[in-house]
C-alpha cells in the first residue's frame, strides 16, 4: 500500500469555480501536511502547511486535514487561469522526509 | 534571495555512462535533500543532508547512487554506471534549520535525466 495516494487525474474547471483535490495516507505517523504548486519546468514551491487535523485558510486557498480518516483537502475558490498548475499533497512525520502524492494537473479555463 | 540551482536542467546520457547533477541551495541553509520522481511515480526521498554530513541516506536506490557536499555548500549527486530505470527528474531542496518537520522545503527546477 502506498503511504499517501492522490488521484492523479487532470482536473479542468472554468474561471470562478471551486477546485477540491485531495490526498488520502496509510501512514498513521504523519503529523505534518503540505500542499506544494509546480508550475511547469519548476521545482515545487510551498503553498499551504498543516499541523495535524482542523482547517487553514490563506485567501483563496483552504487546507483541511483530518487525521481520523487520514484524509487531506486542499480547496481553491475563486480559481484564475494563474492557478493552472499541478498541486502535490505531501507530508512527513517530522524527520523531514517528505512524501507525495502524484499530484493533480488543474487548468483553469478564462 | 537567489533560490536553489540545479545544474545541468536536462542532461541525455546512453546506459553504462557516468553522470553528475549539481546543487547549489539555498545561501546559509544547512539541510540539502535529493529527491527523484520517475516517470508515472510520485516525487520520492533520496537523501537528506545536514551541513556536510548525511542525516538520512534511506531513498537511495542502489550503490550506483553517491551523493556528496564537502564543504557543506554545493552538493553532487553522481550515477555510475547509469541504468535505464535512473531516468527521471532530480530535484535538490533545502531548509534552513531542519528540525521537527516544521521547515519548509525550497526546492530547485531539477535535472531532467534520460537514460537511452
Known amino acids: 500500500q502506498k503511504e499517501v495516494e492522490q488521484d492523479p487525474g487532470p482536473l479542468s474547471v472554468p474561471e470562478g469555480a471551486i477546485v477540491s483535490l485531495n490526498c488520502t495516507y496509510s501512514?498513521?505517523?504523519?503529523?505534518?501536511f503540505m500542499w506544494y504548486r509546480q508550475y511547469s519546468r519548476k521545482g515545487p514551491e510551498l503553498l499551504m502547511y498543516?499541523?495535524?487535523?482542523g482547517n487553514k485558510e490563506d485567501g483563496r486557498f483552504t487546507a483541511q486535514v483530518d487525521k481520523s480518516s487520514k484524509y487531506i483537502s486542499l480547496f481553491i475558490r475563486d480559481s484564475q487561469p494563474s492557478d493552472s498548475a499541478t498541486y502535490l499533497c505531501?507530508?512527513?512525520?517530522?524527520?523531514?522526509?517528505?512524501?507525495f502524492g502524484k499530484g493533480n494537473q488543474v487548468v483553469v479555463i478564462p | 534571495e537567489a533560490g536553489v540551482t540545479q545544474f545541468p536542467s536536462h542532461s541525455v546520457i546512453e546506459k553504462g555512462q557516468t553522470v553528475t547533477l549539481r546543487c547549489d541551495p539555498i545561501?546559509?541553509?544547512?539541510?540539502l535533500y535529493w529527491y527523484r520522481r520517475v516517470m508515472g511515480k510520485e516525487i520520492k526521498f533520496l537523501l537528506h543532508?545536514?551541513?556536510?554530513?548525511?542525516?538520512?541516506e534511506s531513498g537511495m536506490p542502489n550503490n550506483r547512487f553517491l551523493a556528496e557536499r564537502t564543504g557543506g555548500t554545493y552538493s553532487t549527486l553522481k550515477v555510475q554506471p547509469a541504468e535505464l530505470e535512473d531516468s527521471g527528474v532530480y530535484f535538490c531542496?533545502?531548509?534552513?534549520?531542519?528540525?521537527?518537520?516544521?521547515?519548509?522545503?525550497?526546492f530547485g527546477p531539477g535535472t531532467r535525466l534520460t537514460v537511452l
Open positions: 543532508f545536514v551541513k556536510e554530513s548525511k542525516q538520512d
Open positions: 531542496a533545502s531548509s534552513p534549520r531542519g528540525g521537527l518537520g516544521t521547515d519548509t522545503q525550497y
Open positions: 498543516t499541523y495535524s487535523s
Open positions: 545561501s546559509g541553509h544547512d539541510n
Open positions: 505531501a507530508m512527513t512525520s517530522g524527520n523531514n522526509r517528505l512524501a
Open positions: 501512514n498513521s505517523a504523519f503529523q505534518y
